[in-house]
C-alpha cells in the first residue's frame, strides 16, 4: 500500500499560467476528494469523484479550475490563469467503496506559489 | 460550514495525557464525530471516528457524552511527535454528502 499519492509536490508558477496536479489514489478506493487548504485554515473541500463520475463541486472551485478521473482511477486538477489567491496547498484524498462509513486518506499535497 | 467549535490552541507536557474538547451541539442522530490530525507540512491523518459509543485505538481514544453533543479526544501518552493540529469533524454517513468539512482545528504543543 503506497498511500496517496500527489505529484508535484511543490510548484512555482508565474501568476496568469495554467498549471497541472496529479493525485493517484490508494488502489481500489473509489471516491476521490481534492481540497485547498491557505495558511492558518483548514483544507476546504473542492470536488469529489465516485469512480470517474465528478459527483460535486464547491462554488469555491470557479471556471478556472477543472478536474478530471479520466478512467476512474488518478485524478488532474487543472488551474487556468493562475492569481495569487490560488497560493495554497492542494490536497487529494480517496476512500474505499460508498456504503460503507469509511475514514478518508490524504496525500502529502502539492504547495502552489503564484508569483 | 464546521458543524463543531475547539478552543484554538492547547499544550500538554510530554508523557501526559492530552485531552482534546470538541463541542457539536447541532449533531443529527447519524452523524458520526471523526478525528483527524496534521502534522505541519503533511496531508491530514485519520485517527479515530464514532457514532455514540466510546472507541479506542492504537493511537487515541474518544469519548463521546451521552447526549451526544460533545466528546473528547485523548491520547493517553503526550509524545513531542504529536504536535499537530487536531480537526474534530461531524460527518453524515458515506453517501451524498459524505465529504469531510473541516474547521480551523486546535493545535496542540507537547512541551518536553
Known amino acids: 500500500d503506497t498511500g496517496v499519492s500527489q505529484d508535484p509536490r511543490h510548484k512555482i508558477t508565474k501568476r496568469g499560467q495554467n498549471v497541472t496536479f496529479r493525485c493517484d489514489p490508494i488502489s481500489e478506493h473509489n471516491r476521490l476528494y481534492w481540497y485547498r487548504q491557505t495558511l492558518g485554515q483548514g483544507p476546504e473541500f473542492l470536488t469529489y469523484f465516485q469512480n470517474e463520475a465528478q459527483l460535486e463541486k464547491s462554488r469555491l472551485l470557479s471556471d478556472r479550475f477543472s478536474a478530471e478521473r479520466p478512467k476512474g482511477s488518478f485524478s488532474t486538477l487543472e488551474i487556468q490563469r493562475t492569481e495569487q489567491g490560488d497560493s495554497a496547498m492542494y490536497l487529494c484524498?480517496?476512500?474505499?467503496?460508498?456504503?460503507?462509513?469509511?475514514?478518508?486518506?490524504f496525500g502529502q499535497g502539492t504547495r502552489l506559489t503564484v508569483v | 460550514d464546521a458543524k463543531t467549535t475547539q478552543p484554538t490552541s492547547m499544550d500538554c507536557a510530554e508523557g501526559r495525557a492530552a485531552n482534546l474538547p470538541c463541542n457539536h451541539s447541532t449533531i443529527s442522530g447519524n452523524e458520526y464525530v471523526y478525528w483527524y490530525r496534521q502534522i505541519h507540512s503533511q496531508g491530514p491523518q485519520y485517527i479515530i471516528h464514532g457514532l455514540k459509543n466510546n472507541e479506542t485505538n492504537e493511537m487515541a481514544s474518544l469519548i463521546i457524552t451521552e447526549d451526544r453533543k460533545s466528546s473528547t479526544l485523548i491520547l493517553p501518552h503526550a509524545t513531542l511527535r504529536d504536535t499537530a493540529v487536531y480537526y474534530c469533524i461531524v460527518r453524515p454517513p458515506t453517501g451524498a454528502n459524505s465529504k469531510l468539512t473541516f474547521g480551523k482545528g486546535i493545535t496542540l504543543s507537547v512541551r518536553p
Open positions: 484524498a480517496s476512500s474505499p467503496r460508498a456504503g460503507l462509513n469509511t475514514e478518508a486518506f
